[in-house]
Nanobody
């Protein structure tokens, strides 16, 4: 049974940083981070094709967020710097056994496996 467990969420002020973690029960070809703000649809934030560590970021988080992977520990991370209130939401880890590239890495319908989410709140 696939398990993805996120941690590391919390409350920070604008300009602060958080590091999210996702513990996975297995290695996947593709993994990603998504978020859902109150009243909005879930959106992709960053994704990785893990064999080559190829990353994709949406424009709103480029140069602020970094997705990394510890394959041996089956851990996915999202380092979030210079946070702003628009980054508030529930952050989800997602995984797929298929190779994904580019914008597919931030397309939620490409990922069949999901964690329960961790809440991030950024205050101004």
């Amino acid at each position: 049974q696939v398990q993805l467990v996120e941690s590391g969420g919390g409350s920070v002020q604008a300009g602060g940083s958080l590091r999210l973690s996702c513990a996975s029960s297995e290695n996947f070809y593709s993994m990603g981070w998504f978020r859902q703000a109150p009243g909005l649809e879930r959106e992709g934030v960053a994704g990785m094709y893990t064999p080559l560590r190829e990353r994709y970021y949406v424009d709103s988080v480029k140069d602020r967020f970094t997705i990394t992977l510890d394959n041996a520990e089956k851990m996915l991370f999202l380092q979030m710097n210079n946070l702003n209130p628009e980054d508030t939401g529930i952050y989800y880890c997602a995984a797929a056994r298929t190779p994904l590239y580019g914008t597919d890495l931030v397309s939620h319908d490409r990922f069949p496996y999901w964690g329960q989410g961790t809440r991030v709140t950024v205050s101004s």
